[in-house]
């Protein structure tokens, strides 16, 4: 089969298309014929430094979509040419490739209107955006929330969910994002540029603050991000945590929560790979009935991979860009 090669860390920008050995699937595997491949920052930055259970020539790619083409033993809940779409485990090899690997209970089963490309979009984002505002907030305690990052992939997953959801959402992004991420439902957009957040979430929010923060922009955004919160107001965050000493001790009574989507699959715990699935499950039918945009804007060539995975690590990408292997 034809895969985009990483032959050892570090080396994301050099890879190339190559012919390897198809893989076959084991039990509780499921061999994927690839049809489309999100693009995802995770992707970039593993592909960076590595990770001591690859073994070189690696394939990266988290986010695959496409069908059934073979079963291992002991899979029952799926047959070949079944649609499906899934979120990988960076640990093994991924989804740049015409066919690939996973474990057959992580699988969500795209609907007839929705397609690969789209659904190829959703799970690294749209799955961390889920978790962050369903499985660690108290949501229906919401009423405010600041999800930062409208323009990227978690942002606008998140941007969208809260919204539907019925909350009032502030997002930051550049100016010249702002209608795009209100289009998305944000209340109010924040340029993060030329304005100094804090002061104009504190003046959205009559001088209380937000209730809960979603970040996935730094640990930095997310320890200023302290500063925004309301009293007992919780902060999501995904890449990297705050300095928890810049809230003291009863004082603002700050909920603090953790985002490691791709653990999951590292965990030993099956129910939390399950979810996943059933994440995706929920993500895809807000789709298939017209409730939440894949936000894709971009659709590349394996080839042209590492150039758009430049791109996305220079941050200037707006939504989502998917390759499209078939």
Same mark, same amino acid.
């Given at each position: 089969m034809k895969a985009l090669l990483l032959h050892d860390k570090g080396q994301w920008k050099e890879m190339k298309v190559e012919d390897i050995q198809t893989p076959s699937p084991e039990n509780g595997e499921i061999l994927v014929e690839v049809h489309a491949v999100g693009l995802n920052p995770v992707d970039y930055k593993t592909a960076t430094g590595g990770n001591p259970n690859w073994s070189y020539p690696h394939i990266i790619g988290l986010d695959v979509a496409g069908t059934v083409a073979e079963t291992g033993e002991g899979v029952t809940q799926w047959k070949k &040419? !079944?649609?499906?779409?899934? +979120? &990988? !485990? =960076? %640990? @093994?090899?991924?989804?740049?490739?015409?066919?690939? =690997?996973? %474990?057959? +209970?992580t699988v969500s089963r795209i609907p007839e209107n929705v397609s690969f490309d789209d659904a190829a979009a959703i799970p690294t984002a749209g799955y961390t955006a889920y978790q962050s505002l369903f499985c660690k907030l108290p949501f229906e305690q919401i009423e405010t929330i600041l999800i930062h990052g409208g323009a990227g992939g978690v942002g606008g997953f998140g941007v969208q969910l809260a919204k539907l959801a019925g909350k009032t959402v502030i997002s930051t992004a550049s100016r010249h994002n702002h209608e795009y991420v209100k289009s998305l439902g944000a209340d109010y957009v924040i340029d993060y540029h030329e304005e100094d957040v804090t002061s104009r979430v504190m003046d959205i929010t009559n001088g209380r603050g937000v209730n809960a923060v979603v970040d996935a922009v730094s640990r930095e955004s997310a320890t200023? $991000?302290? *500063? /925004? =919160?309301?009293? /007992? &107001?919780?902060?999501?965050?995904? $890449? &990297?945590?705050? *300095?928890? %000493?810049?809230? @003291?001790?009863?004082? @603002? $009574?700050? $909920?603090? +929560?953790?985002?490691? =989507?791709?653990?999951?699959?590292?965990s030993g715990d099956v129910k939390a790979q399950k979810d996943l699935a059933l994440i995706g499950d929920q993500m895809l039918t807000l789709m298939s009935e017209g409730k939440l945009s894949s936000m894709l804007k971009e659709t590349i060539t394996l080839n042209e991979v590492p150039e758009a995975l430049t791109r996305l690590s220079e941050r200037h990408v707006k939504g989502k860009i998917v390759a499209k292997i078939k």
């Open positions: &040419g !079944d649609r499906v779409v899934y +979120h &990988g !485990d =960076l %640990t @093994k090899k991924g989804g740049f490739a015409e066919y690939t =690997l996973t %474990t057959a +209970h200023e $991000s302290l *500063d /925004m =919160l309301a009293f /007992m &107001g919780h902060i999501v965050f995904i $890449s &990297g945590a705050p *300095d928890f %000493t810049k809230v @003291k001790p009863f004082t @603002k $009574s700050v $909920s603090y +929560h953790e985002i490691a =989507l791709g653990a999951a699959h590292q």
